[in-house]
């Protein structure tokens, strides 16, 4: 499974912007799918997750202002940023795994397959 994360970029603080990820290969749509994030300096973050069953699961740093879908039919899964701050600057990863319980979905080891990540800049 090949992972292809886009749509980062420069945004104002407070501003809005969309994430997407591509899986293609040997895809499955059980699989579960999520957002990691690393800041300069910082160590990897969850940021937010969705199983196959669209059931999510999101950091409490962005609850509330992000919003991950994803369309099994197009491989393919979003995470919709709003009222971004600073503190959201950050290479954004995209994963998926099979991760078989909830209580999982926010420990990066359980994730097998990664992308390339996407740079998401908040400016001030």
């Not at 800041?39 to 196959?52: D, L, Q, S, T, Y």
């Not at 609850?63 to 950050?90: C, H, P, V, W």
């Amino acid at each position: 499974v090949q992972l292809q994360a886009s749509g980062g970029g420069l945004v104002q603080a407070g501003g809005s912007l969309g994430l997407s990820c591509a899986a293609s290969g040997r895809t499955s749509s059980r699989n579960t799918m999520g957002w990691f994030r690393r800041a300069p300096g910082k160590e990897r973050e969850f940021v937010a997750a969705i199983n196959w069953s669209g059931g999510t699961s999101y950091s409490d740093s962005v609850k509330g202002r992000f919003t991950i879908t994803r369309k099994n039919a197009k491989n393919t899964m979003y995470l919709q940023m709003n009222s971004l701050k600073r503190e959201d600057t950050a290479v954004y990863y995209c994963a998926a795994g099979h991760v078989s319980s909830n209580s999982m979905l926010s420990f990066a080891r359980y994730y097998v397959y990664w992308g390339q990540g996407t740079l998401v800049t908040v400016s001030s």
